[in-house]
């Protein structure tokens, strides 16, 4: 398998690229210090798999994925336990090595890789398609009960932790989710995930400024990979 590694952390990237040599059945293409750099190498080249940090200044490793139209397959490398839930709502993530890598941890990784299928056939308009005919009404579980929001009430939809809050012009409502899971039942038609924690219905949008926009009270951040999806969403581009 060609791979590339991306990582910040010189360190880091020494260790990967001399474990990769240990495994017979890698090769490793190139490595990179930042996301921006490797997805100009990704635009002109095809490669099976990815060593991926999550923590890379400006750039996160969520923020690189999403980029990505038909993202190859990839192993998270991490000093952070935390993210390993939301990792796996991507259907490219292979596996999860918590740094400082082990050779057998990571070998046990590529072999998982070796036998791994990515998820490509999901293009953006079956998606819409799929999202657009669905009602108009988002169900959730609170406390056992199912519960009926309105797409147009809803504001903003944020993760927190294990949990997600979605705010609606009327009230607020938490539930245990991922964001992933609550995004995939959204119309893309007024919603967009701008931010690895925030969704908004772009429809509320008051003012936009720098990498932010204004909901309601809510300043929302929004990332540098999704902002022109954004700009281009509101026909701005």
């Known amino acids: 398998m060609n791979c590339i590694i991306i990582d910040d952390e010189?360190?880091?990237r020494a260790i990967i690229r001399n474990h990769c040599?240990?495994?017979?059945?890698l090769v490793v293409l190139e490595?990179?210090?930042n996301a921006i750099a490797a997805i100009k190498y990704l635009n002109q080249h095809t490669v099976d798999l990815i060593f991926l940090d999550i923590h890379m200044p400006d750039f996160t490793g969520f923020d690189f994925i999403q980029t990505l139209k038909n993202p190859p397959k990839i192993i998270l490398t991490t000093s952070d336990r935390n993210f390993a839930i939301e990792a796996f709502e991507y259907d490219c993530i292979v596996d999860y090595l918590v740094k400082p890598v082990e050779l057998p941890r990571f070998l046990k990784a590529v072999q998982k890789a070796e036998q791994f299928k990515p998820v490509t056939e999901k293009t953006v308009?079956?998606?819409?398609?799929?999202n657009d005919s669905e009602g108009n009404d988002l169900y959730v579980n609170i406390d056992r009960r199912l519960i009926k929001i309105n797409f147009d009430s809803i504001l903003i939809?944020?993760?927190?932790?294990?949990?997600?809050?979605?705010?609606?012009?009327?009230?607020?409502y938490t539930v245990h989710s991922t964001l992933k899971k609550i995004e995939d039942?959204?119309?893309?038609s007024k919603f967009l995930k701008i931010h690895r924690s925030y969704v908004i219905n772009f429809h509320k949008i008051i003012d936009i400024e720098d990498n932010s926009v204004l909901i309601a009270k809510d300043v929302i951040p929004?990332?540098?990979?999704?902002?022109?999806?954004?700009?281009?969403?509101l026909n701005l581009l």
Not at 21 to 25: Q, T
Not at 125 to 130: A, C, I, L, S
Not at 222 to 233: A, D, Q, T
């Open 21 to 25: 040599a240990k495994a017979d059945n």
């Open 10 to 12: 010189t360190l880091a």
């Open 185 to 188: 039942k959204l119309p893309e």
């Open 157 to 172: 939809i944020e993760a927190k932790g294990d949990y997600i809050l979605i705010k609606t012009e009327g009230k607020n």
């Open 31 to 33: 490595e990179y210090s």
């Open 125 to 130: 308009e079956n998606v819409t398609k799929k």
């Open 222 to 233: 929004i990332s540098r990979s999704n902002r022109p999806i954004l700009m281009k969403r």
